[in-house]
């Protein structure tokens, strides 16, 4: 399908909505730039404009996070009964599932995603965790604490809403990081200023109007379109922002703590990895090659967990890239709005460059390429699904987070458990791990070796609101998801009475 073709395949809805305005939302109503200032979005299958948003800087910072303050010192939010903002957070859930087609559609466009999976992975996983922690809302308590010092007291706990939160988000997931952010804050009470990544900040935008429609009162959720170096930078180091949540590069991340230094804000961070899957000969090899081959190319590879690294028992090696050479010669390549399609494009030129440049790299280096390694065609981002052999540890493509369909295949010969959970722990990331075996004794032993947030046992990229979510080592601080992300967005404040 091309792409004239692809694009008119857009919904009325969809259409509409890219016609539209593109502002910023800021105390309940949608306002330009204070500079006038507007940037391009762009379909990566093409790399042609598809909209322009506006371009918040500094003071439009200052003016969503003075909103936000507004909203939280009145209690416009936190001090409305848990009952109440369970039910509005629902109800954008609702709003967000019965335009779920909608949004995939912008997404796909947007990111250049398969329009399946924005559909039936980043869609549903919005508009859950919305629900999961709107139910969250109504069970957040303190404790009666029993004291040993003389006297008679009555001591408890009070869990409270941190107050203003900024929230800085990434490209990969637009829609979805978007609510992972929002979810938690909201039924804590907190009030939100998010700037979502400058490549992907339409489906903001709609959640934004959907927001509005859901009745949040004003203040509550601010959503700023702009550049990490000026918005994001002006939210991270912003004086009266109480929390920053960020999820994006170790090197971003880093800059996010110096940033937050200020007014030692509190932080938390989801960063990059270089996640390890393991293949042990005993596997059930149709699983393990459907498995680890998604675990690398879901997403165009653009997954903060992707399966990047795969260390296979040397008795099934040659099968395993066998079968996953197949498997990338069968993926359908293409525009995100085709639903025939199974990999898109990458999200930018920047990227496409970043990716194609750690190929090169890694062939100059002596990487054999097993599979894939080209671009695909001469307009977009498309690069082939690819599998690398002969890396060896000190490789760049090994260590780096290349954040595309690569993966570094090593075989392992024997059979210590802590040899090979050396080699997986051999980076300085810790975000998740797979590991493939029908011995689950196996399993189980070598899941307590990995220092990573997740382990997953015969699958990879698994998610639920449920499970608390987040990096070991240099890919984070703190867990989101599961009731861990509600401590992210609260204080606990103890009060003794002597009776
Ligand atoms: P990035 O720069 O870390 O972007 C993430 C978010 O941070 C974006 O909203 C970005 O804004 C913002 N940002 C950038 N500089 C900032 C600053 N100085 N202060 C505050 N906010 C700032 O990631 P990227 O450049 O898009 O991608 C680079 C690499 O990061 C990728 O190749 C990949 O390795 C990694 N990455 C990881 C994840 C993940 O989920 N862990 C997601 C995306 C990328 P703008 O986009 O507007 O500049
Ligand atoms: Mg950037």
Redesign the pocket.
Known sequence: MDVATAHARLSNAASSFLAGKHQLLIDGKWVEAKSGKRFDVFDPATGQAIAAVAEADAADVNEAVKAARRAFEEGRWSKISPQARSKLIWKLADLLEAHADEIAEIEALDNGKPIRDARHVDLPGSYEILRYMAGWATKINGDTITVSAPGDWHAYTLREPIGVVGQ??????PLM?AAWKIAPALAAGCTIVL?????TPLSAIRLGQLIQEAGFPDGVVNILT????T???A??AHPEVDKVA????????K??VQ?AAGNLKKVSL????KSPAIVFPDADMDVAIRGTSSAIFFNMG???TAGSRLYAHRRVFDRLMQGLAENAGKIKVGHGLDPETQLGPL??D??FR?VTGYLAAGRQQGARVVTGGERVGDAGYFVQPTVLANTRPDMSVVRE????PVVCAMPFDDDDLDRIARTANDTGYG?AASIWTRDLGIAHKLARCIKAGTVWINTHNFGDPALPFGGFKQ?GWGREMGYEAIELYTEVKAVAAAL
């Open positions: 800085i988000i990434p490209w990969n997931f990081m700037k979502p990544a400058e490549q702009g550049f990490g170096e918005a994001g930078a939210l991270a960020f999820t994006g590069s170790t090197e971003v991340g800059l996010i940033a989801e960063l990059g990895g653009q997954c903060c999200v930018s920047e990227q970043r987070e290349i954040f595309g975000l890919s």
